[in-house]
């Protein structure tokens, strides 16, 4: 009776522990199928992840083919294709029926550094990058990185932003209002006298400083004609100022005298063209032919009054203008070739021209004070070259560096050779470029004069605008 007892009490005991046994095991079995779910689930993201991944490569292929084709078209910021804009896709330039090239919200991707690749969804459509958060500027987007980057380095180049690099897209206008200061210094020191042994000289010194400070404001109107043929014209208004300093010697003393002239009014406008040869693709650099002809608009040095020997201290200011002139007096054209190699992160650039006067005849004033000697005069061929590199800091700023070197040859006077007419000189340019907007630039330069005869300073601000017709 006890034994029976015993082990009914026993197995009574031992339900809870087989139950919870039991409930132990199902639990594991749910947790190994809930782990090995999980893992199915990852497998497939990782798949489709590598397709999206796929396709985003693919994408990003046929971007830069699409790019190498419209770097011939010279869409810069704000100048997007309509449907593209709209988000459709315009079929790609000359290739009827063939690839297409990527909606803007694609392009916004590729032309903003920050932006991070964002994995497409599901339907293949690449997804647009986030906001800019509060408090930072909405990145300038544009069809082409490549392409916004030339143009920012050419616009920003102040060598370069005058004479043609990616051009003005058709449709397109560019008014460039902009201001220009130059500041000229020289001085020259003559003897009168003899030298009896080196060091040692009898006579009178005469020592001379030209100053001169010329201020340049100026509109420039670019026209696209087509999406490789650009039409300019700058129209300048000159406000000119100088002195003449010379220290002149009275027996065992001397005399300062100084005179002081200025001249303001219209200067030589331009008219000029700018034509793409090619497209750049295949890595080879972009090469623009560009024509400027100057007129003789402005106030001409020869038409300017001087002082002569009749007036006081004419013996020692003889030929000084007493007003400045606005313009050179001869009509000039300048063909010129500039050559763009875009290599990211910067893009290298080069610029030959060559300055060809026309010879005219102009009035040679007497500094006796007698009638004017009609002379025909030719000023020397002026070639020059710039060269120098230029960074695309992000998308809406830029640098550039750059150096000019120019040389005049020989001028002529009535078919005579004019002694000392040729010389050379250097200019070290530095520029700086913002976009403000979609449709509104600024540009900052900063040139050093390298030479007697060259300016010693040259700031140029300009505020270019674009709009469509």
């Not at 208004?237 to 100084?258: C, D, E, F, K, R």
């Not at 106030?299 to 606005?326: C, H, M, R, W, Y």
């Not at 006077?413 to 520029?431: E, K, L, Q, V, W």
């Not at 976009?435 to 600024?442: A, G, K, N, V």
Request: aromatic share 8%.
């Amino acid at each position: 009776m006890a034994a029976a007892l015993f082990l009914s009490t026993a197995s009574v005991l031992s339900l809870p522990c087989t139950a919870v046994a039991d409930d132990t095991a199902e639990d594991l079995r749910q947790l190994r199928a809930a782990i090995q779910k999980e893992l199915a689930d990852l497998k497939k993201r990782e798949e489709r992840l590598h397709q999206q991944f796929l396709r985003l490569d693919q994408k990003s292929q046929l971007l830069d083919e699409q790019l190498r084709k419209l770097r011939a078209a010279g869409i810069g910021p704000g100048g997007a294709n309509p449907s593209a804009a709209a988000g459709g896709v315009a079929p790609a330039a000359g290739a009827e029926g063939g690839p297409k090239p990527p909606a803007a919200s694609e392009v916004a991707q590729t032309s903003a550094p920050a932006t991070a690749t964002q994995p497409a969804p599901e339907g293949g459509a690449v997804a647009s990058p986030a906001p800019p958060a509060e408090g930072e500027s909405a990145p300038i987007s544009g069809p082409s990185a490549e392409e916004q980057q030339a143009r920012q380095v050419v616009e920003t180049a102040p060598t370069l932003s005058t004479v043609g690099g990616v051009l003005t897209p058709k449709g397109q206008i560019v008014i460039d209002p902009s201001i220009e200061y130059d500041y000229w210094a020289q001085n020259q020191l003559g003897v009168n006298g003899f030298q009896i042994i080196p060091g040692i000289t009898f006579g009178n010194i005469f020592a001379t400083r030209f100053e001169q400070n010329i201020t340049t404001a100026a509109v420039t109107i670019r026209g696209g004609v087509t999406d490789r043929l650009e039409l300019n014209a700058k129209i300048p208004y000159v406000y000119n100022a100088g002195s003449t300093s010379s220290l002149i010697p009275l027996g065992s003393s001397a005399q300062l005298l100084s005179v002081s002239a200025n001249g303001a009014d219209l200067g030589d406008i331009q008219f000029g063209a700018s034509y793409q040869f090619n497209s750049g693709e295949t890595g080879w650099p972009i090469f623009v032919g560009n024509f400027l002809f100057k007129t003789v608009t402005g106030i001409s040095p020869f038409e300017v009054p001087i002082i002569t020997v009749n007036d006081p201290n004419g013996q020692f200011l003889a030929g000084t203008p007493q007003k400045l002139a606005t313009g050179t007096g001869f009509y000039a054209l300048m063909p010129s070739v500039t050559v763009l190699l875009p290599t990211a992160p910067g893009v290298l650039f080069a610029n030959l021209q060559l300055q060809h006067n026309f010879a005219r005849t102009q009035p040679i004033q007497d500094r006796a004070g007698g009638p004017a000697t009609p002379v025909n005069l030719q000023p020397g061929e002026s070639p020059a070259i710039t060269f120098g590199i230029g960074f695309a800091l992000n998308d809406r700023a830029a640098l550039t560096l750059s150096y000019q070197q120019t040389h005049v040859f020989t001028a002529y006077a009535d078919g005579r050779p004019i002694t000392g007419s040729p010389y050379s000189y250097g200019t070290f340019n530095f520029g700086l470029g913002y976009q403000i907007s979609q449709s509104t630039r600024l540009n900052f330069s900063v040139g050093i004069g390298a030479g007697p005869n060259t300016p010693a300073a040259k700031v140029l601000l300009e505020l270019p605008y674009r709009f469509s017709l």
